[in-house]
């Protein structure tokens, strides 16, 4: 919403913000009867998301950015994978259990490598980063 906020069109923050509410309300009373809690959390997820595209969608009309919508398509698809890996993961031992999912955040690290998220300066800086970080631990 940075554009309605840079070109002082703050007029339309009150219309996307009762909007999302009226729809969260709408929502609860849909949802809550059928799921409970899980009801509530899904419609204030979805009041919320329908706020942030209509804030998004405004800014935008009056504060043109250029989002890399493929790069955050991609953290989101490497996210969403690594999240369903963390519900896969089960083990009695906690120090087994938190050492794998230690292990998730070389999978989504490795995720982003392998969907293309790093652009090659970035890689370069990367590599650059973990060799001086293992080149300090070799020299103590």
């Known amino acids: 919403a940075i554009g309605m906020n840079l070109k002082k069109k703050t007029i339309y923050q009150p219309v996307v913000v009762g909007t999302a509410a009226i729809i969260n309300l709408f929502l609860n009373r849909v949802f809550i009867p059928r799921w409970g809690i899980l009801g509530a959390a899904s419609s204030t997820f979805i009041s919320f998301l329908i706020m942030a595209v209509g804030a998004n ?11 890399q919508y493929k790069r955050i398509f991609i953290i989101i698809t ?8 963390s519900f896969m993961i089960n083990h009695n031992n906690e120090l087994i259990l938190f050492i794998l999912k230690i292990g998730l955040f070389y999978v989504y690290f490795f995720s982003l490598v392998l969907f293309g998220f790093f652009r090659r300066d970035e890689k370069h800086k990367l590599q650059k ?12």
Request: charged share 15%; proline share 0%; net charge positive.
């Open 78 to 85: 490497a996210f969403a994978v690594t999240l369903v890996l």
């Open 57 to 67: 969608q405004i800014s935008q009309h009056f504060y043109h950015i250029r989002y």
């Open 129 to 140: 980063f973990i060799s001086d970080i293992f080149k300090r631990n070799t020299h103590e």
